[in-house]
């Protein structure tokens, strides 16, 4: 279980790092463009990833369970 749990974390640094690096030229612009979005919009947003995310786990543990 471990050995899932930080392959899972070294996967996120992965894409988080591979994302960084190709938005690096235009990360000011976008970050711009975040602030001037509603507050509550990025949490629905925040919190409909997070649930997929967490729907995601789960039913991959249940059908490919050994």
Known sequence: MSEI???SIG???IIEGILYFLLA???NKILNIISAVN???IKNI???C???GL???YFTF???DN
Do not use: H
């Open 5 to 7: 749990i930080i392959t």
């Open 11 to 13: 996967l996120v640094l």
């Open 25 to 27: 030229n235009n990360l």
């Open 39 to 41: 507050p509550q919009t």
């Open 46 to 48: 925040s919190a409909f």
């Open 50 to 52: 997070a649930l997929m």
């Open 55 to 57: 729907c995601l786990i």
């Open 62 to 64: 249940k059908f490919y």
